[in-house]
């Protein structure tokens, strides 16, 4: 029997790019979706990310759990409701330091009826569905 702990559950594009090969850092950084480009890349957690520039690769590269999308880049709120969902790249947030991605603005502002809750909901279903979905 394998744990959760060594299976993966990724939402990535059919090249394994994760979060639509958007810069994770900008978010934290810019505020803002910036489009990564192919020329800087890292692979953490068998996910490509992209980064728009050769900075934004050696900060994520420092610390690479910091910037990752949490749920494996899958909407936090349908995580929050025990199913994967796919994301909208404008209705992201960040909560407690953690890049949240939602699958659309409506969704994200249901997440944030009860954005504690429900981040403490998804935090307790995530690993039952690296059980059962992840490889």
Same mark, same amino acid.
């Given at each position: 029997?394998?744990?959760?702990?060594?299976?993966?559950?990724?939402?990535?594009?059919? !090249?394994?790019?994760?979060?639509?090969?958007?810069?994770?850092?900008?978010?934290?950084?810019?505020?803002? &979706?910036?489009?990564?480009?192919?020329? %800087?890349?890292?692979?953490?957690?068998?996910?490509?990310?992209? %980064?728009?520039?050769?900075?934004?690769?050696?900060? %994520?590269?420092?610390? &690479?759990?910091?910037?990752?999308?949490?749920?494996?880049?899958?909407?936090?709120?349908?995580?929050?409701?025990?199913?994967?969902?796919?994301?909208?790249?404008?209705?992201?947030?960040?909560?407690?330091?953690?890049?949240?991605?939602?699958?659309?603005? !409506?969704?994200?502002?249901?997440?944030?009826?009860?954005?504690?809750?429900?981040?403490?909901?998804?935090? !307790?279903?995530? &690993?039952?569905?690296?059980?059962?979905?992840?490889?």
């Amino acid at each position: 029997m394998t744990l959760a702990e060594d299976k993966m559950l990724l939402n990535l594009d059919k !090249s394994g790019v994760a979060i639509q090969g958007y810069d994770p850092v900008a978010f934290f950084t810019v505020g803002a &979706p910036v489009k990564g480009s192919p020329e %800087f890349t890292s692979t953490y957690h068998a996910a490509v990310y992209q %980064f728009h520039s050769a900075k934004n690769k050696a900060t %994520f590269d420092g610390e &690479p759990a910091k910037y990752e999308p949490q749920f494996g880049g899958y909407c936090a709120y349908g995580v929050s409701r025990n199913a994967l969902a796919p994301i909208d790249i404008k209705a992201w947030q960040i909560v407690d330091g953690r890049l949240l991605m939602q699958k659309s603005i !409506s969704i994200r502002d249901d997440f944030n009826e009860d954005t504690k809750g429900n981040l403490k909901k998804a935090d !307790s279903n995530w &690993p039952k569905l690296l059980e059962k979905k992840g490889k």
